[in-house]
């Protein structure tokens, strides 16, 4: 069965860093792309990231630069969103996804593979 799950999540204060780790399960991650997509309170989905499988291309969104890093663990079926200098605006629903092919586009239809998303919350 395919699957992709998160981890990692939970609460932090502002100035904190959390890991979320995406196990895929039901097919070889190095194959696809992998994208990352958030939903906070209020607000609309938004893609984070992303990791492309071929040549590692990366993508982040203008709110995260310089704090998120993406990786991918192809050994483990794992990838990775390292989350540094978390702000309060980074609060939400974590969700990872896999790409209808090996590329890295931050646009969710590209996506067909979900994982359940996971609970980040920033707060002092």
């Known amino acids: 069965q395919l699957q992709l799950v998160e981890s990692g999540g939970g609460l932090v204060q502002p100035g904190g860093s959390l890991r979320l780790s995406c196990a895929a399960s039901?097919?070889?991650?190095?194959?696809?792309?992998i994208g990352w997509f958030r939903k906070g309170p209020g607000k609309e989905r938004e893609a984070v990231s992303c990791?492309?499988?071929?040549?590692?291309?990366?993508w982040f969104a203008e709110s995260v630069k310089g704090r998120f890093t993406v990786s991918r663990d192809n050994a483990k079926n794992t990838a990775y969103l390292q989350m540094n200098s978390l702000k309060p605006e980074d609060t939400g629903i974590y969700y990872c996804?896999?790409?209808?092919?090996?590329?890295?586009?931050?646009?969710?239809?590209?996506?067909?593979?979900w994982g359940q998303g996971i609970q980040v919350t920033v707060s002092s």
């Open positions: 996804a896999r790409d209808r092919q090996a590329f890295c586009y931050p646009e969710p239809g590209y996506y067909d593979y």
């Open positions: 990791i492309s499988s071929r040549d590692g291309l990366t």
């Open positions: 039901g097919f070889s991650l190095d194959t696809y792309g």
